[in-house]
């Protein structure tokens, strides 16, 4: 079916509002299996585009590719067969909903094969005039879906549909947290000024006020921390977590963060390291952590 003449395939498709950056289309079950819930506008689109536009490419549409170090073109006969190949993937995805880790890896690279290929299209279209409304949607949901997909094979932290997490833990993740925790139960007790990054005065210049509440509150707060960097150390170990437990160790990994960039004297975000190699070193090992905490928070938000 061509979409040249600005028909609108989703003019009865409603759009419920599911489509957020941080609004998850998949799910982890258990250790190996993974189930995709669409909003219904979203199963809508992308199952009519599989079946009114995947196969109508424009003429002249071309992808460069690289080819073992060789450049290569790949015209439109070879880019429907492609579309043609991923779209029984996508298609037996999106009837099943339900997935192996292997299985998902199949299915996203479908699903990512037909959206470089669909926005290619949907530019060439969109340059020589027609009308790409109906096109651009279907773009979105491809886009979407594949960000979703690389987002549970590859983050830290995956959304289980039971409200837990689970955790993907890289052998360098786990080397920074470790040390990170070491590091901060060290400068728990000790006079070290970057701890007091923590502990922020909560009466200003009032030194009389400050020193009382710092006898009263002060060992309960690095109490609580202890406890904190407790389950962070359990979670090393482990491949599950509440979200408390994650809360846990976003705040503890965060903590330690603060602390590292203040003895580095970072004092804005996103500020680029100067100095020896191994302050730059120091200063990469601050925007890990922060890497952590972002995926932390985003796995965390999803679930709200």
């Known amino acids: 079916m061509s979409m040249s003449d600005g028909e609108d395939l989703f003019d009865d498709v409603p759009r419920d509002g599911g489509w957020a950056p941080d609004s998850p289309w998949l799910s982890q079950l258990d250790d190996d299996r993974f189930e995709l819930h669409l909003p219904v506008d979203a199963h809508e689109v992308l199952t009519a585009g599989l079946a009114h536009l995947a196969d109508d490419v424009a003429a002249g549409v071309e992808i ?8 290569r073109i790949l015209g439109r006969e070879e880019l429907m067969a492609i579309v043609d190949m991923c779209a029984d993937k996508v298609r037996y995805g999106l009837e099943h909903q339900d997935f192996t880790e292997g299985l998902l890896e199949e299915f996203a690279g479908a699903v990512s094969t037909m959206a470089t ?19 651009a949607r279907w773009v979105d949901a491809l886009d979407h879906l594949t960000t979703n997909c690389t987002t549970m094979l590859f983050t830290r932290f995956r959304p289980r549909r039971d409200g837990t997490f689970a955790l993907r833990w890289h052998p360098a993740d786990r080397k920074l947290i470790e040390d990170a925790v070491e590091e901060l139960d060290r400068l728990l007790e000790s006079d070290d000024p970057a701890i007091e990054r923590l502990f922020p ?9 400050n020193a009382a509440w710092s006898i009263l509150a002060r ?49 804005e975000p996103g500020g680029v390291a100067t100095g020896t190699d191994e302050q730059r070193r120091l200063h990469r090992v ?3 952590l922060g890497g952590i905490v972002y995926d932390a928070v985003t796995a965390l938000r999803s679930t709200l």
């Open 64 to 71: 460069a590719e690289n080819d073992r170090g060789r450049r």
């Open 201 to 209: 005065a909560p009466y200003g210049d009032d030194e009389e006020r």
């Open 117 to 135: 290929v669909a926005s290619a299209d949907l530019e060439h279209r969109r340059l020589s005039g027609q009308d790409v409304s109906p096109r």
């Open 219 to 267: 060992s309960e707060l690095v109490d609580r921390r202890r406890a904190s960097l407790e389950t962070v150390r359990r979670l090393m170990d482990t491949k599950r977590a509440t979200a408390e437990e994650l809360s846990m160790l976003m705040r503890t990994v965060n903590d330690s963060r603060l602390v590292f960039g203040t003895q580095l004297g970072i004092t």
């Open 286 to 288: 601050y925007e890990l």
